[in-house]
Structures are given as C-alpha cells and as structure tokens.
C-alpha cells in the first residue's frame, strides 16, 4: 500500500493499488521482464538511475513486510547486497537461485527497471498493510 511522495506516476499508481502480499520487483538494467508484466522503464544511460536511488524512493512510499534476493548477488555484488540487506533488516527475507528469481518475476504487479548495471541488483518487495502491527 502506498505512503507517499513517487513522483512517477506508473510508480505511483501501482503502489496505490497493491493489497497485501502483492509483489513489485526493482530490476537492474539486464533483468529479463515477461512481456504480460507492466514494465516501468526509469533508465536512462548507465548507472542513472541507479538501483539504490529508486529502491529508497520506493521503500519511502511503500509498505514492505518481505522481500527476495537472488543468492549470488551475494559472491558477485556483495556490497549491493549489503546495501538492500540494510535498508529491509526489519521485515522478512528469502533467498532464491538467479534462475528461480526469474521465475517469480512472473507473478510480480510490475518491474522498475533502473539504470544499474551491476550484477543482481534486483530485489522484489513483498507488500503489507498500514495497519498491521510494526508495518514499515
């Protein structure tokens, strides 16, 4: 459910219509997206803009209870991983294979697609409610 404050009005309008459970998935610029999924398309050139400029807007005006990883960003991003690790330490996390992450793409609301060209610098956010005890 939405907070406030996206500019982006694809962004905006799809974190106000998600219910609990629904998923978003904040991609780097290489992540295949399914052709029936929305695909907001924010890059630009490389690097801009970059994953943890978007991944904060968004955690800034959405609700998050969980979120999911691909387990080699860890061994070939770890500084990113570190990086998202920080920003959702307070909700629920799963690890996934690559390939996996690929296949949950498929059941997303929709895909950001950032500038960044870092390798698995994607993560999908699992929506909660406001009202739910300790929402952030």
Known sequence: MKKHGILNSDIASVLSYLGHKDQILIADAGLPVPDHVLRIDLAVKPGLPSFIDVLDAVLDD???????????IH????????AIDQRLSTRDKKEVSHESFKELSHDVKAVIRTGEVSPYANVILQSNVF???GAE
């Open 131 to 133: 009202f739910a005890e």
């Open 75 to 82: 061994s070939h991003n770890p500084s990113m991983a570190k």
């Open 62 to 72: 959405m609700y998050v209870e969980a979120y999911i990883i691909a387990e080699e």
